[in-house]
């Protein structure tokens, strides 16, 4: 999701509107600054549209934050802006006096063993993008003519994916699941999801409430392997409290102790029918424990692999430092490194790790840090900067229409336009120039 903030700071004084975000951890308010977001596609929101899971909508909420802050008469959005493409981030220095890189990670970690290129193997971003309706997945099309779908890894995104396959279509009728998906489930023949994890179940990725959410979901029943489970009780002793309430119970379908070694190809050689295991055991106790070869494998049937072990930045101009072994734009607290102005926040800044909340409170800190130099004159305002005045001449000249909030919101009113009449909170548009047409109807 191409997203940077850029701020313009000018000397005349409008109200700033404080939104509810857990506020006494926001930066105190300037009422000198000027905010443009510029945004890939026409829509805002990135993550909490593209991301969070359908049937957890309460989670979507912060998008009512966000429409607070974007109605500010200080803020504006623009949208079908290709940063990076469209425009230079050194373009974008030029026109602002700070510049903020928050494009989160789009990229999608290799398994890098044989076969992940056939038929039927999904990264967990493409496929959360295909239900949640991203433009760039619209053309995905999941066969689910299958019983077993295998998914490698057990964090949040894995158990969000698995509890989509095997929620109850009813659940999923409720919820902002785009119609394409709801069709593919509703034909599905899958029946058993596994998820498999190198460790154990001690250190497992997912959460509490996630992991909670796939023991109690409707009609499906454990399918684990008690060897997994060795030693657990006592080793539970050493586990502070949160890991104890997370080992209470296990969802089905989850096989610890497993890593990929190759994908198993059918019959005719391009579709997948299979995944070969190396089994591993523990050494060590607690949280520390390794999972370290046995020297065994074990080849588990399935017509669907998906590979939902981490994202990676990219790098996105190459005035940016990046750093490709870590897939993070190189910098110190947010600071992007050997270049005045520029700053960088969530995934960009530390990697693909965390929740929403985490990702909100890391960019309170690269806010503070953008204040923090506004005071101590490294962001020097007296310097006269033009910003989107002089960008949004540039986009114009080279053919580029920029999509508004306000224009945003009507492409909003017929999502939920089209979601009353299916009886869902919306049906989002799948196609960027329908988005366009609508935008600028």
Not at 200 to 216: H, S
Not at 224 to 238: K, Q, S, T
Request: with cysteine.
């Amino acid at each position: 999701m191409s997203t940077s903030y850029s701020f313009e700071f000018q000397q005349y004084g409008k109200l700033t509107i404080v939104h509810s975000v857990n506020a006494c951890n926001l930066p105190q308010a300037r009422h000198d600054i000027v905010v443009d977001i510029y945004e890939r596609l026409p829509v805002p929101f990135g993550l909490v549209r593209f991301g969070v899971a359908p049937d957890h909508p309460e989670v979507k909420n912060v998008i009512n934050t966000f429409t607070q802050t974007a109605h500010s008469e200080r803020f504006y959005f623009h949208g079908n802006v290709n940063v990076g493409m469209d425009i230079s981030v050194e373009e974008l220095k030029e026109a602002y006096h700070a510049v903020v890189l928050s494009y989160g990670a789009e990229g999608n970690r290799s398994l890098a063993v044989s076969g992940e290129d056939l038929i039927g193997v999904f990264s967990a971003r493409d496929f959360v993008g295909w239900y949640n309706g991203h433009p760039s997945n619209k053309e995905l099309h999941p066969d689910l003519n299958c019983e077993t779908v295998v998914i490698l890894g057990q964090g949040n995104v894995a158990l969000d994916i698995a509890r989509v396959l095997l929620s109850p279509l009813d659940m999923l009728k409720k919820t902002d699941i785009t119609q394409r998906a709801l069709q593919t489930l509703a034909a599905s023949r899958v029946r058993r999801v596994l998820m498999v994890g190198r460790r154990g179940p001690l250190q497992i990725a997912g959460t509490i409430k996630e992991v909670r959410e796939m023991i109690n979901l409707p009609g499906t029943k454990a399918d684990l392997l008690p060897v997994d489970y060795d030693g657990i009780a006592e080793a539970l002793n050493d586990l502070p409290r949160p890991r104890k309430r997370l080992t209470d119970k296990q969802a089905m379908g989850i096989r610890f102790l497993r890593s990929p070694v190759k994908v198993l190809p059918g019959a005719d050689g391009k579709r997948v029918a299979g995944i070969r295991l190396a089994v591993k055991k523990l050494e060590g106790s607690g949280e520390g424990a390794q999972a370290i070869p046995t020297g065994h494998t074990e080849d588990l049937e399935c017509g669907m692999v998906i590979c939902s072990i981490g994202y990676k930045s990219l790098p996105i101009d190459p005035a940016v430092p990046f750093d490709p072994r870590r897939a993070i734009v190189q910098n110190n607290l947010g600071r992007v490194q050997g270049t005045a102005g520029l700053y960088c926040s969530g995934w960009l800044k530390r990697g693909p790790t965390g929740v929403i909340a985490t990702t909100m409170n890391d960019s309170f800190d690269t806010a503070r840090i953008i204040l923090n130099d506004l005071e101590a004159g490294t962001l020097d305002m007296s310097i006269h900067k033009p910003g989107a005045q002089d960008i949004t001449a540039l986009l114009k000249a080279r053919g580029v229409r920029e999509v508004s909030f306000s224009e945003w919101e009507k492409i909003n009113s017929e999502e939920v336009r089209r979601g009353e009449a299916l009886g869902k909170p919306r049906e989002k548009l799948l196609d960027v120039e329908e988005m366009l047409a609508v935008a600028w109807s």
